[in-house]
Nanobody, 128 residues
């Protein structure tokens, strides 16, 4: 059973930075898996933020392009989300998600329904 544990959330002023981490366990390898970050603000749908394939390709939501960077350390089975130039609208609970994505079609990554493993979430609050 895959387990995901997020860390690194917190409170920051607008323009600041945070780095989220997601430690994955439960498999000897995560080859063929996509790891993603989602976020959900109160009263809003869960939104795909960024995804990284085990081979390295990445995709981002338009709202975070140029500000957020997703990366991975395969040796540590850890995925990171570096968030720069944070805005109050980035305030949300951030979740790490994982799924076998070898047969996905384009655009699948941004749907929360495509993932079957989730972390417990870490809160990010950006004040103006």
């Amino acid at each position: 059973q895959v387990q995901l544990v997020e860390s690194g959330g917190g409170s920051v002023q607008a323009g600041g930075s945070l780095r989220l981490s997601c430690a994955a366990s439960g498999r000897s390898t995560f080859g063929g898996y996509c790891m993603a970050w989602f976020r959900q603000a109160p009263g809003k749908e869960r939104e795909g933020v960024a995804v990284i394939d085990s081979d390295g390709p990445t995709s981002y939501a338009d709202s975070v392009k140029g500000r957020f960077t997703i990366s991975q350390d395969n040796a540590k089975s850890t995925v990171y989300l570096q968030m720069n130039s944070l805005k109050p609208e980035d305030t949300a609970m951030y979740y790490c998600a994982a799924a076998d994505c070898r047969w996905w079609v384009g655009g699948s990554w941004s749907s929360w329904k495509a993932y079957n493993y989730w972390g417990q979430g870490t809160q990010v609050t950006v004040s103006s």
